[in-house]
C-alpha cells in the first residue's frame, strides 16, 4: 500500500478549525462533563460536589423502573426500525417502478424528514386522541377501548407508530437513492432471462441494496434509541405509570426537571455505551454478511 | 356521553394536604432540616385519594392526562364535567374559552369534620441570591420595589390571571373596584384561600429537595392504582418510599449543609 501524508500547513489548520471547535464544544467537552458529573453528586445550583464514585451507577441500576425503561427503549428502537424500514424499503420500490404519480410521491414523503419530532407528536396527539382523533371512531363502537393514559401497550404502539412514521422519509431517501443506482443493464437482462417484477426484487435489489440496508439500520437504531424525546413528551408524557419512560426521555426528567444533574449524566453514559455495544455487535455480525460491490 | 362531577387532573397532594393542614413530610413539611421523610401515605390524603378512586369507578369523576389527550380543563369548558380543580391563572383562560354556560369559581371543598386552613402559592418565583456586590443588591430591590408598586401589580394582574404579590396592591385594586368587574369578579377568591388563617407550621409551604421528582413518583404510582394494578395504599407506600430515596439523596448532595 502507498503511503500518502501531508505537510502541516497553516491554511488547512485555519479551515479546519471552525469544524473542530464545533465538535470539542459541543460533543467532546459536553461528553467529559456528563462523564466527571455521573461520579459526583452535583448540587443543582452550582455550589460544589462530591465525589462518590460509582454510586451513580449503582443506583440507576438497582432501580427495577430503570430496567423497565430499558426494556421499552429496547422494544421501541427495534420496533421502529423494523417498521421504519419496512414502510420506507416499500414505497420506495413503489416509486423506483415508477408507478403511478411517482413524482409526486417521491417529494411527497420527503417531507415528514423535515417535521421538528414535537410536532409530529402533537399531530399523533390528535390522531391517537380517545375523544376527538381518528381512534375515537373505535371508541364509539367499543366505548373506553382505546385509552393511552390506562394502557401501557396503546401507548407503546402509539409513540412506536409516531416514531416509525418520522424516519421513513431518511430511509426512503436513501433506499430511493440505492435502488435507483443499480445498473439498468441488470434488471434488464434480468427481465429478458425472463424474471417478472417480484423474482428481480427478491433476487436482484434487494441482495445489492444490503449495504444501504445496513447503514439505516445502524442509523434507525442509533436515531431511535436518542431522538424519540420529542415524540414521548408531547404524546404520553412517558406515561400511563412509566410504560413510554425511555431511557432519553427519562434523562431529561431527571435532569433538567428534576435537577438531579448527576443521576441524569450516570444514565447518559450507560446510554452512550449501550448505543455504542449496539453499533459495535452490528459492525461485527451484521455486516460480516454484507456485500459491497 | 353522560356528564359527570368532577373532571380530576392528578394533583391532589400539596394544597389538599396544606388546606386539610395535614402534613406532607417530616420536619414541618421538610422546613425544619434536610433529613426529612414523606409522610403523605399516612394523612387524610390516602382517604381522599381512595376517594377519588371510588369516584372514577362508580363513574362520578373523570381522569384527565396529557396521555389522555384531553385536560380537566377541556372537559369543563366543553360541559363534559361540572366541576374541576386547578390554578386560578385559569379563571383568566376560561374567561377567554367563554363556555356556554354559567360557571363561578369557589375555594378548593375540604372535607366533613375538619377544620379549614391558608392554601400556598405554587408557580414561579423570584429569587435573589447571595455572594453578589452592593450594587448589584440596590438594583434587585429597586427592581422588586417597582414589581410592587400599585400600577405594576395592576399590569400584571390584568395580563396574567395572577394574584397581586403584595398586601398593599391588593387593597389598591380592591379600594379601585378592581374584583367588581368582570373578567375579574371573584379572581380575588385565591387571595382569600391564600389569607384565610395565618399560616401555621404546615401551611406555610412544602421545601423538599428533588420535590419534582417525589410528584413525578406519585404521579405515577397514583396513575398504576387508577389502572388497577395496585390499591391506592400500595401505590402512596411505594411512592413514598421511592420519594425518601429522593430526599436522602437530596441531603447526601448537600452533605453538613443546612438552611439558612
Keep these: 500500500m502507498r503511503r500518502a501524508y501531508f505537510k502541516f500547513s497553516w491554511i488547512a489548520a485555519a479551515l479546519l478549525a471552525p469544524q473542530l471547535i464545533i465538535i470539542f464544544v459541543f460533543f467532546y467537552w459536553p461528553s467529559a462533563q456528563a462523564l466527571y458529573w455521573a461520579f459526583t453528586l452535583e448540587q443543582p445550583w452550582g455550589g460544589g460536589n462530591t465525589w462518590v464514585g460509582f454510586e451513580n451507577f449503582r443506583t440507576v441500576l438497582a432501580d427495577p423502573y430503570y430496567w423497565g425503561s430499558v426494556r421499552v427503549s429496547v422494544i421501541y428502537a427495534l420496533a421502529t426500525t423494523v417498521l421504519a424500514m419496512g414502510m420506507a424499503l416499500t414505497l420506495a420500490i413503489f416509486v423506483d417502478r415508477q408507478l403511478a404519480g411517482y413524482k409526486a410521491y417521491r417529494v411527497a414523503i420527503i417531507w415528514p424528514y423535515a417535521v421538528a419530532a414535537p410536532a409530529a407528536g402533537l399531530a399523533f396527539q390528535f390522531v391517537f386522541n380517545p375523544g376527538a382523533g381518528i381512534f375515537s371512531y373505535i371508541n364509539s363502537v367499543a366505548p373506553g377501548w382505546w385509552d393511552l393514559s390506562k394502557y401501557p401497550w396503546q401507548a407503546v404502539t402509539a409513540i412506536v407508530i409516531a416514531g416509525a412514521w418520522k424516519q421513513v422519509a431518511y430511509s426512503f431517501i436513501f433506499f430511493l437513492a440505492a435502488l435507483q443506482s443499480i445498473p439498468r443493464s441488470l434488471t434488464e437482462a434480468a427481465a429478458m432471462d425472463g424474471a417478472r417484477p417480484l423474482r428481480r426484487m427478491v433476487d436482484l435489489q434487494l441482495p445489492l441494496l444490503t449495504p444501504t440496508f445496513f447503514f439505516l439500520l445502524v442509523i434507525n437504531i442509533t436515531d431511535s434509541f436518542t431522538d424519540s424525546f420529542g415524540i414521548v413528551d408531547t404524546l404520553t408524557g412517558g406515561g400511563p405509570f412509566r410504560a413510554t419512560d425511555l431511557m432519553v426521555y427519562k434523562i431529561y426528567v431527571d435532569g433538567f426537571r428534576g435537577f438531579d444533574y448527576s443521576g441524569a449524566a450516570a444514565q447518559s453514559i450507560i446510554l452512550m455505551l449501550l448505543v455504542m455495544a449496539l453499533t459495535f455487535v452490528q459492525f461485527r455480525y451484521v455486516e460480516r454478511r454484507v456485500h459491497y460491490t | ?260
Excluded at chain 2, 113 to 135: C, I, M, P, Y
Design chain 2, 1 to 260: 356521553m353522560q356528564p359527570r362531577l368532577f373532571a380530576v387532573d392528578l394533583g391532589h397532594l400539596e394544597q389538599f394536604s396544606v388546606v386539610h393542614n395535614v402534613p406532607v413530610a417530616s420536619n414541618n413539611n421538610g422546613y425544619d432540616g434536610l433529613d426529612s421523610q414523606l409522610l403523605f401515605n399516612t394523612t387524610l390524603h390516602v382517604q381522599h385519594m381512595e376517594n377519588i378512586q371510588r369516584w372514577i369507578t362508580d363513574g362520578y369523576a373523570l381522569v384527565r392526562t396529557p396521555a389522555a389527550g384531553k385536560q380537566a380543563r377541556d372537559s369543563f369548558i366543553e360541559g363534559e364535567c361540572a366541576i374541576f380543580f386547578s390554578s386560578i391563572a385559569d379563571h383568566n383562560t376560561i374567561h377567554k374559552l367563554t363556555p356556554a354556560f354559567a360557571w363561578d369559581v369557589q375555594m378548593i371543598p375540604t372535607y366533613e369534620g375538619t377544620e379549614r386552613h391558608n392554601t400556598v402559592v405554587g408557580g414561579a418565583s423570584l429569587w435573589v441570591l447571595s455572594g453578589k456586590t452592593d450594587e448589584e443588591y440596590k438594583a434587585a430591590a429597586a427592581y422588586l420595589a417597582f414589581l410592587a408598586t400599585p400600577e405594576s401589580e395592576e399590569f400584571w394582574v390584568s395580563n396574567t390571571g395572577y394574584i397581586p404579590v403584595t398586601k398593599t396592591g391588593y387593597d389598591a385594586l380592591l379600594a379601585k373596584g378592581f374584583y367588581t368587574k368582570q373578567p375579574y369578579v371573584n379572581r380575588d377568591i385565591a387571595l382569600k384561600s391564600l389569607t384565610y388563617t395565618e399560616p401555621g407550621p404546615l401551611t406555610r409551604g412544602i421545601r423538599l429537595g428533588s420535590f419534582i421528582q417525589i410528584r413525578a413518583e406519585w404521579l405515577a404510582e397514583v396513575e398504576a392504582a387508577l389502572a388497577g394494578q395496585k390499591t391506592m395504599q400500595e401505590a402512596l407506600d411505594t411512592a413514598v418510599a421511592r420519594g425518601n430515596d429522593h430526599l436522602a439523596r437530596f441531603a447526601k448532595t448537600y452533605a453538613g449543609k443546612s438552611f439558612p
